[in-house]
């Protein structure tokens, strides 16, 4: 079982240069999310979706845009990256949303040059 | 605003108990979640408590005071794998889960 996978692992972008991260699940879980951690900080949520075909804002959303398209997968991606988005990525699904459970992909570090 | 407080760092011997505190102040509550996070690696969930009172699992347990909000991570004959970042989060009346800057558990032989 897979669980959570993230690619790419590492990517260095070019200011004002785009890229999409991605995020799969096999566990059939409905609640999806995306999250960035800075160091000396805890995690904090970019976008989230409660479903196929659902997204929703979190806490820092500017700059970034998701896509559900599938059950299974969860996109991310930066329309013109900038240096305040360096950053590592986290990816997470769950049955439910209650924080309990969540299972993290292993991360995209991204620096943005 | 919505915080939750924890200690940056703590320091402890190997085989010894330690426990790590969380504070919150949230829009709502609705449980108070425990992961560990290993330098370089991803969260993994510990425990999860959404009423009084305390959780074991294995050496981790975990208590919550709604009334205090405050709860604590225990962990018992600390080993050097331990050492890693510890996390609490509390899932708000948004349906968010809110985090702490995390406490690096330091364990010295």
């Known amino acids: 079982n897979a669980g959570v996978t993230q690619t790419p692992k590492f990517r260095v972008l070019k200011t004002g240069q785009s890229m999409t991260l991605l995020c799969a699940q096999d566990m059939n879980h409905e609640y999806m999310y995306w999250y960035r951690q800075d160091p000396g900080m805890g995690l904090r949520l970019i976008h989230y979706s409660v479903g196929e075909g659902t997204t929703a804002k979190g806490e820092v959303p500017d700059g970034y845009n998701v896509s559900r398209l599938k059950k299974q997968n969860f996109l991310l991606g930066l329309e013109s990256a900038a240096p305040s988005q360096t950053s590592v990525y986290f990816c997470a699904s769950s049955y439910g949303q209650g924080g309990y459970g969540y299972t993290f992909g292993s991360g995209t570090r991204l620096t943005v040059v | 605003g919505q915080s939750l407080e924890q200690p940056s760092e703590v320091t402890a011997v190997e085989g010894a108990i330690v426990q790590i505190n969380c504070t919150y102040q949230?829009?709502?509550?609705?449980?108070l979640s425990w992961y560990q996070q290993h330098d370089g690696g991803a969260p993994t969930f510990l425990s999860y408590n959404a009423l009084d009172g305390l959780e074991e699992t294995g050496r981790f347990s975990s208590f919550l005071s709604r009334s205090d909000s405050y709860g604590y991570l225990l962990l018992q004959e600390l080993q050097m794998k331990d050492s890693a970042s510890y996390f609490c989060?509390?899932?708000?009346?948004?349906?968010?889960?809110?985090w702490g800057a995390g406490t690096k558990l330091i364990i010295k032989p």
């Open positions: 949230t829009s709502g509550f609705y449980g």
């Open positions: 989060a509390v899932r708000d009346s948004n349906y968010q889960l809110i």
